[in-house]
């Protein structure tokens, strides 16, 4: 299970309309999983001059909800706070609106926390937010998927949230133009998770698409069939230009102005049955 029941989901504060707006498209997964909301605000600058405006934000989600919800204010760098705080609270979600300007690349020796970097290293799910349009719930899921087993790996999330926001799944793969024996590799596969999901009550289709940029051509399928979620699985091992520039999980968050979940891996043997395990 992704995001179990009874647990709290972590919101971090920075009093910016976007997250403000986090706040609210957390309300039903809130209500859905019986979760306490955490609201985090992390000063650089050692103060609480911001703790009233925090309790007011909270007292007032908690008046319009009738969720239980919580304060926190934290002095350090920002992600590493973050992904501390999750930890100490056993959080089930981290739920964050970036900025514009949020970092996403870093110089080869640079200690600095990016937003790959937090995402990796967060130990919980991560569901990174760009726009302040408010989503009112999640009609459509948008699940990348390749022949990694990580990607195998995200079915069973996909099918938990589906459940819960009664939403379809939208499986979209990206392979490069003219190659065909990817495509014919991944054909048996997709036809496997349809009818894994199916099975499971959840309506699905699936769309593969021929592109050189796969980030971009999933941002744009998401947007242009109005989705509501991406899902993606955090890789595990990264070559030295994806340490560098990124992956392609990492271009979606970047670009997407759809809320993306982020999740890492799991630590397990064997990803061959769908069967087992989901």
């Known amino acids: 299970m992704i995001i179990k029941d009874n647990q709290t989901i972590l919101i971090p504060i920075d009093f910016s309309k976007q997250s403000y707006f986090s706040v609210k498209q957390t309300y039903n997964l809130a209500r859905y999983t019986k979760s306490k909301l955490m609201l985090l605000h992390v000063s650089d600058k050692g103060g609480t001059e ?8 909270a007292n007032a989600t908690r008046e319009e909800t009738g969720l239980e919800v919580g304060t926190k204010i934290m002095t350090g760098e920002l992600y590493s706070t973050i992904n501390k705080v999750a930890e100490e609270i056993d959080a089930s979600l981290t739920v964050i609106a970036l900025e514009e300007n949020a970092k996403f690349k870093s110089g080869m020796f640079s200690t600095a926390m990016t937003i790959p970097k937090f995402l990796v290293s967060s130990p919980c799910p991560v569901i990174t937010m760009r726009s302040t349009d408010l989503r009112d719930g999640c009609q459509n899921i948008v699940m990348p998927f390749d022949l990694s087993a990580e990607s195998r790996e995200k079915v ?6 589906a459940r819960l926001y009664k939403s379809d799944i939208r ?4 392979f490069k133009p003219n190659d065909e024996e990817y495509e ?7 036809q496997q998770v349809k009818k894994f999901i199916k099975t499971e009550g959840v309506s699905c289709t699936n769309r593969s698409l021929p592109s050189n940029t ?8 998401a947007i242009k069939n109005e989705c509501d979620l991406i899902i993606q699985i955090n890789q595990r091992d990264l070559t030295i230009g994806e340490k560098m520039n990124g992956t392609v999980g990492h271009k979606v968050v970047e670009l997407s102005p759809i809320p993306v979940l982020n ?7 064997s990803m061959s049955h769908f069967s087992s395990g989901m």
């Open 50 to 57: 911001r703790s009233d405006e925090l309790v007011k934000l």
């Open 156 to 161: 069973s999330y996909a099918v938990q949230l």
């Open 171 to 174: 499986i979209v793969s990206i």
């Open 184 to 190: 014919n590799k991944l054909f048996p596969y997709l």
């Open 214 to 221: 796969p980030a971009e051509a999933i941002v744009e399928y």
């Open 263 to 269: 999740v890492n891996p799991m630590k397990r043997e």
